[in-house]
């Protein structure tokens, strides 16, 4: 297994529509595969003639396989949206910072995502729900702008939590579930602040909101673990486009504790 500089082979074995414009794709690598990935990491996926982007791994699969959620929001990301069976795409990785839920054995666990940002939390959510003895509650809440653009429904249905709560900022006519702000989710969960570790991921607002919340609630700052999106080119810290104030966050982060991203997350410019 290597960490590659270059991009490597993976073949699309599965592809699944989780909303109208974001896809998830199974990757199963061609020959040798990358070095394993941790939940929270990130490949930079690469759609051969048209470029590459960085993206949050949301399923760690067997064999070296490997599942990528992915919004179709510029060239590269719809070239592999469009991307089918059988297809080859290239992977570089693993980069980045992991989730670290080993460093959270013996904790309640409330994960938070806005949006997409379920996709870099799935694999965490899946981890803790084949280890639950290791850990104490589990806390699943999930925000979206409708309900049409929730993600893994399915897969949420299944998810045996010790409280997994949905909202949506927009309801359709057919919707019966909670309305508003993720953060009122957190009202219903079941957890003890004092021995307790989060982690959010969405949009910036959301996390900013939720990571104070949570330490609002008792939760230590170093417990709260965002991920972050900035614009990532090389991967490796060199071109510095993912600056984040004094840190590169294909380098530093995407992981941070909120002890060290509160005040970054405070400053507009950044």
């Not at 614009?231 to 995407?254: A, I």
Request: aromatic share 6%; charged share 20%; proline share 7%.
């Amino acid at each position: 297994m290597t960490t590659a500089t270059i991009p490597v082979p993976y073949r699309v074995v599965d592809r699944s529509v989780e909303t109208h414009d974001t896809v998830t794709l199974c990757l199963d690598p061609v020959e040798e595969p990358l070095a394993p990935f941790r939940a929270g990491q990130f490949a930079m996926v690469y759609a051969f003639g048209v470029g590459e982007i960085p993206v949050s791994v949301s399923a760690i699969l067997t064999n070296g396989g490997l599942a990528h959620t992915i919004r179709s929001v510029g060239a590269v990301s719809t070239a592999l949206c469009r991307k089918r069976v059988g297809d080859t795409v290239g992977l570089r990785g693993p980069f980045g910072t992991r989730w670290g839920l080993e460093e959270a054995h013996g904790r309640d666990l409330v994960v938070v995502a806005g949006g997409i940002g379920l996709a870099p939390l799935r694999p965490l959510i899946r981890h803790a729900l084949a280890d639950r003895r290791t850990y104490g509650s589990l806390n699943v809440l999930i925000g979206a702008r409708t309900p049409a653009d929730l993600m893994a429904r399915t897969e949420i249905r299944r998810w045996a939590t010790d409280f997994t709560g949905v909202t949506v900022d927009h309801p359709g006519p057919e919707w019966r579930g909670e309305i508003g702000l993720v953060t009122r989710l957190l009202d219903g969960a079941h957890f003890d602040p004092g021995r307790a570790t989060g982690f959010v991921c969405g949009p910036e607002p959301m996390i900013r909101a939720t990571a104070r919340d949570l330490v609002h609630r008792g939760v230590p700052a170093a417990r709260v673990r965002v991920s972050l999106e900035r614009n990532m080119r090389c991967s490796t810290g060199h071109c510095g486009h993912c600056q984040f104030g004094p840190l590169l966050l294909c380098r530093d982060g995407p992981v941070l504790g909120f002890d060290r991203a509160e005040r970054l997350m405070s400053v507009r410019e950044l």
